[in-house]
């Protein structure tokens, strides 16, 4: 793949890497301000730190990025793919039943913006770690 698309690939993660802290970020308090680890039977202590594993993942996620390195895009596809999946099973059951849900719009906003930007991350990270040959990624890496 030619350097020009590998680039656009490489800043697109990054883009939407940042887009998701701007969901991931306010809807994760969210759960702790509303008690939702309480209430799910979840000691607060064990998600927060969870939370904070990802989040960590995805700060190295965007340093690999920046370093050119392939691993970076494979930090961004289990990132991109945690978030939809442990929203979605969390919170669209209670989306779908309840009238209003927590804040009303915003906290749908969140949570849709969360499951949206994460599939795309994880598509469009998986994208650049295929166009990146492990040989392009060690050269990087170096």
């Known amino acids: 793949m030619t350097s020009r698309v ?3 690939l490489r800043r ?4 939407l890497s940042v887009v998701l802290l701007f969901f991931s970020v ?8 509303v008690g ?3 209430e799910a039977g979840v000691p607060a202590v064990v998600l927060s730190l969870v939370v904070a594993a990802v989040f960590a993942v995805q700060a190295a996620g965007l ?12 930090a961004h596809i ?3 793919l945690f978030w939809p999946i442990a929203s979605g099973f969390a919170q669209l059951p209670a989306i779908l039943d309840e009238d209003t849900y927590r804040e009303g ?3 749908v906003v969140y949570v849709l913006g969360v499951i949206g930007v994460g599939v795309l991350l994880a598509i469009v990270a998986f994208m ?3 166009s990146q040959r492990p040989s392009e990624a060690a050269a990087g890496e170096g």
């Open 6 to 8: 590998s680039s656009w």
């Open 63 to 74: 340093y690999w990025l920046g370093s050119g390195t392939r691993r970076g895009y494979g």
């Open 105 to 107: 719009l915003f906290s």
């Open 36 to 38: 939702e680890p309480a």
């Open 78 to 80: 289990v990132v991109g």
């Open 26 to 33: 306010p809807h994760t308090l969210e759960d702790f301000a």
């Open 12 to 15: 697109l993660t990054a883009v």
């Open 128 to 130: 650049g770690w295929r």
